[in-house]
């Protein structure tokens, strides 16, 4: 059974950090892709950051750039996303999404965790 179970929102104070975490089960999870997305109330789903297969390629959303760090780890089946400094327009659910490096369209998605950056 595939599940990717994110954890490590919550709420942060303007200039604070916060380390997501999103834990996979279920495939193969050094073939895959991921990645973390966000969506904030009345906005669509946008892409923060992204890690390649072994970790060797990373992608951020201008936004986040400077201010985040997406790392996995392959033996513990794991994606973290270190976000720092942290803005009131970085409130949004974040999702882990897992992406076939095959290109096979295979894709999964976590339920999310709400990180909301308020004083």
């Known amino acids: 059974q595939v599940q990717l179970v994110e954890s490590g929102g919550g709420l942060v104070q303007p200039g604070g950090s916060l380390r997501l975490s999103c834990a996979a089960a279920?495939?193969?999870?050094?073939?895959?892709?991921m990645s973390w997305y966000r969506q904030a109330p009345g906005k669509e789903r946008e892409l923060v950051a992204r890690?390649?297969?072994?970790?060797?390629?990373?992608k951020y959303a201008d936004s986040v750039k400077g201010r985040s760090a997406i790392s996995r780890d392959n033996v513990k089946n794991t994606v973290f996303l270190q976000m720092n400094n942290l803005k009131p327009e970085d409130t949004a659910v974040y999702y882990c999404?897992?992406?076939?490096?095959?290109?096979?369209?295979?894709?999964?998605w976590g339920q999310g965790t709400q990180v909301t950056v308020s004083s």
């Open positions: 890690v390649s297969e072994v970790g060797y390629s990373r």
């Open positions: 279920g495939f193969t999870f050094s073939r895959y892709i």
């Open positions: 999404n897992a992406e076939d490096g095959l290109g096979n369209g295979n894709e999964h």
